[in-house]
């Protein structure tokens, strides 16, 4: 949750997507992380650093992973809004 993904989230009806923040200090992710098909891309923008992972294994491992996190962020969004 920062002042920019609030931004973005304002948009998510018109980009046709739904964003869940979380408080950024307890849970910082500075990297970006994509699945696309059989493909997982890992890149820190900061550090100039990318790799893309060709494995449908580990993209559905990483989908898994995503779906789950997907469960607490909703709700830490749902609790944040209700504060």
Do not use: C
């Not at 994509?34 to 491992?61: C, F, H, P, R, T």
């Not at 989908?63 to 709700?75: D, G, N, T």
Request: glycine content about 2%.
């Amino acid at each position: 949750r920062t002042p920019f993904s609030e931004i973005r989230q304002a948009n998510d009806k018109k980009e046709n997507r739904k964003l869940f923040l979380v408080p950024q200090p307890e849970f910082p992710i500075p990297t970006e992380i994509d699945v696309y098909d059989n493909k997982v891309m890992i890149a820190s923008w900061l550090e100039k650093l990318g790799v893309i992972i060709e494995s449908q294994e580990i993209a559905d491992s990483i989908k898994s992973i995503f779906k789950l996190a997907l469960v607490e962020a909703e709700r830490l969004d749902k609790q944040k809004s209700s504060d």
